[in-house]
T-cell receptor, first 115, second 115 residues
């Protein structure tokens, strides 16, 4: 069975500082990894995905994520946080051989950027 | 381009009532799904469909029915509402498999309260 862990319920960062939202995963085959963001009273929006290739993936709104196979991690990062980045962030994984129906989500991390 | 459209946005039901949550997408996606979002539990898959006429159960299917008569529409039916079904419901669509599988497009959600 595949799983995703987001160890922090909440991350607090001062505006302008770098941010990291942590994610670790477990999957039997090669992973396809995703980050989604949810703003208040909205549906989830796709941020970025890792399929294969470069371990550093760039996505929307200046976010990037680093795939680390040995640590089975896919942490979300941004060099300089904005107050508007405050939202709920979800990591998700599926096996390379699966489809969208095989996507497993983490429980989410609230990111709070303080002015 | 409307994307994924969900109706209604809010609904209050009494225990035992039935209702249908509507979902439509205009991207010709093969895959459609319903998730429920509960605090601290992330997103859990209720039912999904990989094409017209094909549906299957997800992680938490009990108390819900679905059908997929067209590519565009994927309604979710609550047959006899229970307080445990109080939640926020999201419809999502995607390319079902391959490298596109997992990049989900979400509707804006339905907030359902069962009294």
């Amino acid at each position: 069975a595949q799983s995703v862990a987001q160890p922090e319920d909440q991350v607090n960062v001062a505006e302008g500082n770098p941010l990291t939202v942590k994610c670790t995963y477990s999957v039997s085959g090669n992973p396809y990894l995703f980050w989604y963001v949810q703003y208040p009273n909205r549906g989830l929006q796709f941020l970025l995905k890792y399929i294969t290739g470069d371990n550093l993936v760039k996505g929307s709104y200046g976010f990037e994520a680093e795939f680390n196979k040995s640590q089975t991690s896919f942490h979300l990062k941004k060099p300089s946080a904005l107050v508007s980045d405050s939202a709920l962030y979800f990591c998700a994984v599926r096996d390379e051989g699966g489809g969208a129906d095989g996507l497993t989500f983490g429980k989410g991390t609230h990111l709070i950027i303080q002015p | 381009n409307a994307g994924v459209t969900q109706t209604p946005k809010f609904q209050v039901l009494k225990t035992g009532q039935s209702m249908t949550l509507q979902c439509a997408q205009d991207m010709n996606h093969e895959y459609m799904s319903w998730y429920r979002q509960d605090p601290g539990m992330g997103l859990r898959l209720i039912h999904y469909s990989v094409g017209a006429g094909i549906t299957d159960q997800g992680e938490v299917p009990n108390g819900y029915n679905v059908s997929r008569s067209t590519t565009e529409d994927f309604p979710l039916r609550l047959l006899s509402a229970a307080p445990s079904q109080t939640s926020v419901y999201f419809c999502a669509s995607s390319y079902s498999s391959g490298t596109g599988g997992g990049k989900l497009f979400f509707g804006s959600g339905t907030q359902l309260s069962v009294l």
